[in-house]
């Protein structure tokens, strides 16, 4: 029997999503994705992998993360997504240079392992995603973590938009995410600068929430773990309202808020959080 899909998935669905066969399933994969279990279901980790490149964003990272990213969107058992480093020392490197030595004009324009696949797409996801970022976070790297909701980094973390060094511009989303953190005049002077700073500095900018000792892993995990006690619908209209309402004038925006709000209002885990508190007791969330 033909099976009947969904026309608003159709709509949904670009030609740059089309999932792609990555090459070997055998091959050692440079982005992970793992699923936490028990108290911690409903997190899920991003591992990026590629020690030779320092996490660049190679043709098999992006094409691998945009397999990921692709299934994940539609993933209703996700409530937050944690991106990470498997490689010490490094977050993520940015753009792979060496694959770009011989890139013509019309591969950096049209390429679709462009970094911006990735980023585009994991600023889009519904749920909240939070970055850890240890050590070096530059370029197409920054701007991964641009991408994220939330930000957090140890001290000593290297964060920069090093593109105007190379004599481009990011092109992963860090002109325009970059200004929206930090305010524009310190966004300019970032990224016309091409300038490093510290995570520690970071934080004091608000680029990242929270800049730790060690340990930026463990903050992303504990903001994780605090999310999965709220609830999912309400947090993924949350999302909506604040992304889509920050694109806004304000009455505009006011106005998404009360349409997200109204999505909210007709779900059981509102009437169970009202039962909950009545009852003294901590609410059951079912997501419905
Ligand atoms: C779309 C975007 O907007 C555009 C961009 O992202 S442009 C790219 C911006 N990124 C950069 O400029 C970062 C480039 N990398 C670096 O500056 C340094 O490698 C680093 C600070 C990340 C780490 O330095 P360090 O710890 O000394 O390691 P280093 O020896 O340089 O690198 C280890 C290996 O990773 C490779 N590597 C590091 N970053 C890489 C990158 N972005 N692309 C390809 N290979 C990279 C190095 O070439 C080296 O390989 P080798 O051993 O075969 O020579």
Known sequence: MLKLVNPLLFSYIRPSEIPIRLCS?????????????????????????LP???????????????????????????????LKSDVPGVF????????RLNFSVDDFLNSDTHPKYVTHEVAKLPF?????????ALGGGLELALACDIRVATNEAKLGLVEAKLGI??????????????????????????????????????LVSHALEKD???????????????????VRMAKI??????????????????????QVIPTEDRVEALKAFSEKRTPVFKGK
């Open 25 to 49: 399933a055998s091959s050692k994969l440079p982005v992970k994705l793992e699923k936490l279990e028990n108290e911690n279901k409903g997190i899920a980790l991003l591992r990026m992998d």
């Open 52 to 82: 030779e490149k320092k996490n660049a964003f190679s043709a098999i990272m992006v094409k691998t993360f945009r397999k990921i990213l692709y299934d994940l969107k539609f993933d209703k058992e996700v409530r937050v997504l944690i």
């Open 92 to 99: 993520c490197s940015g753009a792979d240079l060496k694959e």
């Open 128 to 136: 909240p995603t939070i970055a850890a970022i240890e050590g070096y």
């Open 169 to 206: 511009i990011p092109g992963a989303g860090g002109t325009q995410w970059l200004s929206r953190a930090v305010g524009l005049s310190l966004a300019k002077e970032l990224i016309f600068t091409g300038r490093m700073i510290t995570g520690k500095d970071a934080a004091e900018i608000g």
């Open 216 to 234: 930026a892993f463990s903050k992303g995990m504990e903001i994780a773990k605090e999310i999965l006690k709220t609830g999912p619908i309400a």
């Open 241 to 262: 309202a604040i992304d889509q309402g920050a694109q806004m004038d304000i009455n505009s925006g006011l106005t998404v808020e009360q349409q997200c709000y109204a």
